[in-house]
C-alpha cells in the first residue's frame, strides 16, 4: 500500500504542477487567434466532396512565431503526415519554463520509480489468490465485457473515418483513435502485456467467420519462421506511407487502413485456425509483443511437472464452450508474454487449476527468456529507427533536410524516402557495430550476430520511452480535442480543443521517459552481459559498445524532444 500512497502523491502532484502551469501560460494572443479562427469558421460556406470547407479548419490555437518560421521553411513544398507544416495546418508547441519542465520530470521519473518498485515489492504473487478476480478471469465475461465496448468504440470511429470531416481536427473518428486510443495502447502493453490483443475488434471479425468456416489448417513453417520479418515490412510501410501521404492526417486514408488491415485479418482467419495473423502478420502484434516483455505480470504454470505430464491438454486444444489458446501455446513449453494476450482461456479450460497470474518485476522478461530470436531482437533494433523518425518529422529541421536533398534534383517524395530509411538504416549500422566490437571482447569469444540477437532486446527500453514520450506530446498537447471528440461522436463535429498542460509539463515528462527508457536499457544490457560472463567487470567490458551507442541515441531522443514540436491538424 505504501508504494500506492506514494504513487497516488505524485499523480496529484504532477496534476497541479499543470493546472498551475497551464494559468501561467495563458495570453490575450489566445482569446484572438480563437476569435479570428470561430470568425474564419462561420464565414466559410464552400462544398468540398460532400463536407464544408469549414470542417477544415482546425480548432486548435496557432503559435504565431511557430507559423512563421514553418512557413517560411515550407516554401512551395506542400508537406504530409506529422510534419511542422504551414498555415493553418499545424501548431507547434510554446516555450519551455526550465524550471517547470524539470520539476515535472523529477516527479515523472520518481512515479516511473515507484511503479518499478509496486511490481517489484509483489513479485511472485499470484492474483488468483484473490477470489473476486479469479472469478472474473474464469466467468463468461471476461474478456466479452472488453471486446464489446471496444467493438462499438471502432465502429464508431470508422464511420467518421469515411463519413465524417475530411479535417483530422474536426473529426472524431481521427482524434479518439491518434491522440486517445493510438498514445494510450503502449501503456497498456507495459502494464498489462498484450492485453489490448483479446479486445482488439480486428480479430474479432475474423474469429466471426471462423464460427461459420471452422478452418483446421495450422500456419506453415514460412509464416512461423518468416512471420515476424513480414511484420517489419508491414510496419515500416504503414509509418513511411505516413509520412509520404499523411495517413493521420487525412480520415479517409485512416479508415483505408484500418480496412485493409481488417480484410487481412480475414483473409488469415478463412485460410488458418486460430489467431494466425495476430501472431504472424499483425504489426500492432509484432511491436506489443516486444514491448509486453516489459510487463509486470506473467500467466504461467504453478506447477511445471504437473503440465508435463498431463494427457488433457486442455489449454491448447480447449474445453465445453471455451477455445483453447489462441496463439498455440501449450502451457508447460508457453515462457513470457510475448505469445500471450491474456484471453485466460488457459485459466478457464485446465482441469487442474494449474495456472497462475502472477506479477514479476518490470522487464524482467527481457534478460530471462528462455530463446533469442534474432528476429525479435531485429525488429526492436528497428523500432529505435523508426521512432525517432517519427519524432524527427515534427519538427522544423525535418523539412531542412528535405530541402537540402531535394537541391540535389531528387523529388519531394524521393527525399521523404531516402531520410526515412537514413534514419532506420543508420542505427542498425552503428549496432552492428557495436555487436561486432562487443563479441570480441567476451571471454568466450561468440560471434557478431550471437551478440547483436541478444543485446537487441536491450534496446526495448527506449523504443518504448521514446515511443511513448511521442506519443505524449499528442495526448496532451491535443488532449481537449478528446473531449470534443466523444462529444462529435453524436454531433459529428469538434468544437472544443487545445493542451490539457503546457509545453512545460510536456517537455518534462517526455524528459522523464526517455532518462527512465536510457537507465532502463544499461540496466537490461548489463544483465544480459552478466549472464554471458563471470565477472562484473567483464560483463561491464562487453556492454561498454553498447552503452556507448546508447548515449548517442540518449542525445538524439533529448533533442528531439527539446525542439519544438508540430500539433497534428489539418
Known amino acids: 500500500m505504501k508504494y500506492l500512497n506514494l504513487i497516488f502523491v505524485l499523480l496529484t502532484a504532477l496534476a497541479v504542477t499543470g493546472a498551475e502551469e497551464n494559468d501561467s501560460h495563458i495570453m490575450p494572443a489566445d482569446a484572438a487567434l480563437m476569435n479570428m479562427a470561430e470568425s474564419a469558421d462561420s464565414s466559410t460556406d464552400t462544398e468540398h466532396s460532400g463536407h464544408d470547407v469549414q470542417d477544415m479548419m482546425p480548432g486548435m490555437v496557432m503559435n504565431k512565431s511557430a507559423d512563421s518560421s514553418a512557413e517560411t521553411v515550407h516554401a512551395g513544398h506542400e508537406m504530409h503526415g506529422e510534419t511542422a507544416g504551414t498555415g493553418n495546418a499545424h501548431a507547434s508547441t510554446g516555450p519551455v519554463d526550465l524550471g517547470a519542465a ?16 509496486f511490481f517489484q515489492s509483489l513479485r511472485g504473487k499470484d492474483l488468483l489468490e484473490y477470489t473476486w478476480f479469479k472469478k472474473l478471469l474464469k466467468s463468461n465475461l471476461y474478456p466479452k465485457i472488453l471486446q464489446i465496448p471496444t467493438l462499438f468504440f471502432f465502429g464508431f470511429i470508422t464511420y467518421y473515418f469515411f463519413w465524417g470531416s475530411l479535417s483530422y481536427s474536426q473529426n472524431p473518428g481521427s482524434i479518439l483513435a491518434w491522440t486517445l486510443w493510438w498514445p494510450l495502447v503502449p501503456l497498456t502493453f507495459i502494464l498489462l502485456g498484450r492485453i489490448w490483443c483479446v479486445i482488439c475488434p480486428i480479430p474479432l471479425v475474423g474469429e466471426f467467420f471462423q464460427k461459420f468456416i471452422r478452418p483446421t489448417r495450422r500456419p506453415g513453417r514460412f509464416l512461423i519462421k518468416y512471420g515476424i520479418w513480414i511484420t517489419d515490412g508491414i510496419f515500416i510501410a504503414i509509418t513511411l506511407f505516413d509520412r509520404l501521404y499523411g495517413m493521420v492526417d487525412k480520415p479517409w486514408l485512416s479508415g483505408m487502413i484500418f480496412l485493409l488491415i481488417t480484410g487481412g485479418a480475414i483473409i488469415l482467419s478463412i485460410r488458418y485456425e486460430r489467431r494466425s495473423f495476430c501472431k504472424h502478420i499483425c504489426f500492432l502484434g509484432g511491436v506489443s509483443g516486444n514491448y509486453s516483455m516489459l510487463a509486470g505480470v506473467s500467466i504461467e504454470s504453478k506447477n511445471p511437472e504437473r503440465c508435463a505430464t498431463c494427457r488433457v491438454r486442455a ?55 528462455a530463446k533469442v530470436s534474432f528476429s525479435e531482437s531485429f525488429f526492436a533494433k528497428l523500432m529505435v529507427g523508426i521512432v525517432i523518425i517519427q519524432n524527427l518529422g515534427m519538427l522544423a529541421v525535418w523539412s531542412n533536410l528535405q530541402n537540402w536533398v531535394m537541391q540535389f534534383g531528387i523529388g519531394e517524395k524521393m527525399a521523404v524516402i531516402l531520410l526515412y530509411f537514413a534514419a532506420i538504416v543508420l542505427p542498425l549500422a552503428l549496432m552492428t557495430i557495436t555487436s561486432y566490437l562487443s563479441s570480441s571482447l567476451q571471454t568466450e569469444k561468440g560471434t557478431m550476430l550471437a551478440n547483436f540477437a541478444a543485446f537487441g532486446y536491450a534496446f526495448i527500453p527506449i523504443d518504448v520511452a521514446g515511443h511513448l514520450a511521442h506519443n505524449l506530446f499528442h495526448l496532451l498537447a491535443e488532449g481537449k480535442s478528446i473531449i470534443g471528440a466523444f462529444l462529435g461522436l453524436f454531433t459529428g463535429r469538434v ?57 548517442l541515441v540518449f542525445a538524439v531522443n533529448l533533442f528531439l524532444f527539446i525542439t519544438p514540436m508540430a500539433h497534428r491538424g489539418g
Open 495 to 551: 468544437d472544443y480543443s487545445g493542451a490539457v498542460v503546457s509545453s512545460s509539463v510536456v517537455t518534462g515528462l517526455q524528459f522523464g521517459l526517455i532518462i527512465a527508457g536510457g537507465f532502463g536499457t544499461l540496466y537490461v544490457a548489463y544483465r544480459i552481459a552478466r549472464a554471458k560472463e563471470q565477472s562484473t567487470i567483464a560483463a561491464l567490458r562487453i556492454v561498454l559498445p553498447h552503452a556507448l551507442l546508447l548515449v
Open 315 to 369: 489449454c491448447y486444444f480447449g474445453s465445453g464452450n471455451t477455445p483453447g489458446c489462441p496463439y498455440a501455446q501449450f502451457m508447460p513449453a508457453k515462457i513470457g508474454m510475448r505469445n500471450c494476450n491474456l484471453c485466460a482461456s488457459c485459466i478457464k479450460n485446465c482441469p487442474y487449476d494449474n495456472v497462475a497470474f502472477r506479477t514479476r518485476s518490470i522487464a524482467s522478461e527481457l534478460w530471462s527468456h
Open 102 to 117: 524539470v520539476i515535472t520530470g523529477a516527479l515523472g521519473l520518481a512515479l516511473i520509480i515507484g511503479m518499478i518498485a
